[in-house]
């Protein structure tokens, strides 16, 4: 039922990266969509903050629960998808396009190398489950 | 409580065919919901939908002093109910705080079914066994009966379809007896989310069988099973207090506005009368209000509500509403600062958020 797309990397705490040289946009996962059910409210963050490695720099709020966003990588925003203000079920029906929620400017991407490839998340969850 | 000493409804695998996402609420598995707290609320209020409410208790009091005894426990007056009538009804301890609410069916004169609310149902039963004198009957019924909510502007005629009958002579908050195969039911014209709609007793052993035949039925209707997550957003847009929340041992019914629940003036003495009719007299400490957020976000249970910096109460119950599309909920708040009219303020995760008293109830259905 999950998906988890091969291209994407993925930490323990549920967010997925795009990695596109010193670049990296984040969202969360499939599964974590899921869990909170039907999301209700996003806090973005503002466009040239700096976040220092597993901040938290947003978060996610469905009807039945609340959850930070954590930035596995230390690095400033860039972009920030403005949509889902109006729109927080975006987060629901397309996690990984349409439901991203910052792009970050990284500085060290060796940082990125403890995240979890498609294969190893998708067996993360099954043991956590 | 671990997930194995979870209770489990006549119902529970029914849900789990469906994959219901199911949670531990009141001691019971629960289904929370089914395919998403919106839509299944947006479900209610535009067509049909049904709950597994079997966790609620289902006690039986019987005798010829049944009535009185009753009317001794409750705030509100049994006295005015006839056969066939339900009644919302609140148990007080003599300090005036809350020990359940719970409905009130009239069946005979001296036979009454008293519906409560799941987690309290062994403390409820306790209490009324301390109180009663011998020429009562007390019964927990409860893992006899399971108990459906059908709720939405469709459930008349979906009843019609099922029972091949009429049921409009039912009037609000009354309670008939009927059947289903060989077994018998209750059936009354009350629920939990502000839409019309039937509570229906079903015996345990049979609940499965009118479940499965009711979705048959329900089919050109739309029928669909909802969760508990949507029976909250659907109960608090209705202003309907839950135990737990609006209602404990701390907070009497008349700070939680139930006053037209309270009657003072009944003949019967009533346990905790001497505490309201004081506190009546004094005025309410706090009030429950109705607010909106003015910003994004949720302000939860226990969130503390402030007013020119100083702490004035706290969130009984906060959610989504999805038919306002809003950020609503329920603060006890202090009523010396209500009568003053001061700006609120909610403390949501270390940050100060703005709130608005509105009036209740949030939604009330076209009529």
Redesign the interface.
Known sequence: MSNYPEELKYSKEHEWVRINGKEVTIGITDYAAEQLGDVVFVEIPKVGTEYKQDAAFGVVESVKSVSDIYVPVAGKVIEVNQNLIDQPALINEDPYQKGWIARFEIQDPSQLNHLLSAKQYDQFLSEEA | MTQEQLKKTPLFSEHQKLHA?MVGFGGWHMP??YV????EHHHVRNQVGIFDVSHMGEFFVSGPDALGFLNGMTTNDLNKLQDGQCQYNILCQENGGVVDDIIVCRLAPDNFLVVVNAGNIQKDFSWLMQHKPDTVDLIDASDDWAMLALQGPQSDALMQAFFNEDFSAVPYFGIIRHSFKNAPLFISRTGYTGERGFEIFVPSEYARDFWNKIFEVGSIFNLQPIGL?ARD?LRLEACYSLYGHELLPTISPLEADLSWVVKLQKNTPFVGKDFLLEQKRQGVPRQLIAFEMME???A?QDCRVFASNVDVGYVTSG??S?TLQK?IGLALIDAETLRQNKELFVEV?QQMKQIKKVAKPFYKRPT
């Open positions: 996402k929370i919901q998403g707290i919106i839509e997550g957003t994004a976000g949720i939860r959610t989504y999805p950020s995760r």
